[in-house]
């Protein structure tokens, strides 16, 4: 459901052939990718802030 709340989809291709389980698990990658990310420099502002 990532990929649907995430917009990068919709509901409705989930239960067509629009996408194979490979594109969903691409889908879901990139979200984690994505939210590494952010967790990345979330933590970068956060030592930086402390230093300040």
């Known amino acids: 459901m990532r990929p ?7 509901y ?3 239960k067509d052939p629009s ?3 490979v594109d969903f698990a691409r889908m879901n990658e ?3 990718v ?3 990310n952010e967790r990345r420099v ?3 502002f956060e030592r930086q ?3 300040d």
Do not use: T, W
């Open 12 to 14: 409705d291709a989930v």
């Open 34 to 36: 994505q939210q590494e």
């Open 49 to 51: 802030r402390q230093k």
């Open 19 to 21: 996408y194979s389980l």
């Open 4 to 10: 649907v709340l995430a917009g990068m989809c919709r």
């Open 30 to 32: 990139a979200l984690d």
């Open 42 to 44: 979330n933590a970068a």
